[in-house]
């Protein structure tokens, strides 16, 4: 975060909605990040456990505990909920992704608009992005950058990755890769961004993270308890929408004739609400908000009988 671009909170106003904090309530922020979300959870009365796996975001953190006596923080990956909470809780909200403080300081990596180290580690564990381009081999690189980012061109770029190393900075990168493709007139977007999308995506193993975190969801929320998901590109919103429809289908197919079986097993969702995006003044006042996608799932009180 700084002064000339401060983090706001995307689709606040829907997400509050949606999860109706208030005194008694528990509501788990999964993505703490700049406390965008836990700040207004936490003036409604509500109690929240936030997690982030950014060491930084720990400094944040322990202001906001010192302020509100119902904030509770924990430093680790959102897939390790159920290791830290123990009793359901009424709702659960995901912010997927990077923040703005992660992508404005060069140092993190994350970013081809600065030149930093080519780190792009969302904590300190693993390897970081230059470590995988500097050893792996083309094909893999390729592979990564296809899976991740959507990139047609993924093997001529992972050619002239493997031919332009060691690679140490993010502008080495980001040069690379605007070589390799030439810039068309019609594109808006930075040749580099999809792949260093799929870079920290697969860096931060992003998907199964995300993946993990809806089981764990999933397996603490209560009956009627509220999980709210926003996420930035179709590989992420894919991944909400299937858990969601899948985890729903057996509601949707039951009949109303038949006897309602309280916990019969598979329809651990009610069917899943309308997409929510957000609205042209957000989009107009925050840059972030415009590819954002919040869906909205009502945890029924049945239990997932089989693991996926
Ligand atoms: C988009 S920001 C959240 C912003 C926050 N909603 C706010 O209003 O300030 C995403 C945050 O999630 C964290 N994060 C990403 N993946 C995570 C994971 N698997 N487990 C825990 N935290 C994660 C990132 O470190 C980052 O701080």
Redesign the pocket.
């Known amino acids: 975060m700084n002064a000339l671009n401060p983090?706001l909170?995307?689709l606040?106003d829907e997400i509050y909605a949606a999860l109706e904090p208030m005194p008694g309530k528990t509501i788990i922020?999964?993505?703490?990040?700049?406390?965008?979300?836990s700040k207004e959870l936490l003036k409604a009365g509500a109690n929240v456990i936030a997690?982030?796996?950014?060491p930084t975001?720990l400094t944040r953190a322990r202001c906001f505990a010192s302020k509100f006596e119902n904030f509770t923080f924990v430093q680790?990956?959102?897939?390790q909920m159920t290791a830290h909470v123990t009793s359901p809780v009424d709702g659960i909200v995901f912010?997927?992704?990077?923040?703005s403080?992660?992508l404005d300081r060069p140092e993190r990596g994350f970013s081809f608009m600065n030149d930093g180290p080519l780190d792009m580690r969302?904590s300190q564990a693993g390897m970081s992005a230059a470590d995988f381009l500097n050893s792996a081999d083309e094909e893999e690189i390729a592979n990564v950058i296809y899976t991740y980012g959507e990139e047609h061109a993924s093997r001529a770029i992972a050619r002239a990755i493997v031919a332009a190393r060691p690679l140490h900075t993010t502008k080495q990168l980001a040069d690379v890769v605007r070589k390799t493709l030439g810039r068309s007139p019609k594109e808006k977007k930075d040749p580099a961004t999809r792949t260093f999308q799929a870079l920290r995506i697969f860096i931060?193993q992003?998907l199964e993270?995300l993946e993990n975190?809806l089981m764990a969801a999933e397996s603490l929320l209560k009956p009627k308890g509220v999980l709210a998901v926003v996420s930035f590109h179709s590989l992420e919103d894919r991944i909400v929408k299937h858990f969601l429809r899948e985890s729903s289908q057996a509601e949707a197919q039951q009949s109303r004739h038949l006897p309602q079986t309280p916990a019969h097993g598979v329809c651990t969702f009610m069917k899943p609400l309308k997409p929510i995006k957000p609205s042209t003044l957000e989009v107009i006042t925050n840059q972030r908000a415009r590819s954002a996608t919040l869906r909205v799932g009502i945890r029924t009180q049945a239990q997932r009988l089989k693991v996926k």
Do not use: K, L
């Open positions: 983090h909170p995307v606040i922020d999964a993505t703490f990040g700049a406390g965008g979300y997690f982030d796996r950014d975001t680790d990956c959102f897939a912010d997927i992704g990077v923040s403080m992660q969302m931060n992003e993270e975190g």
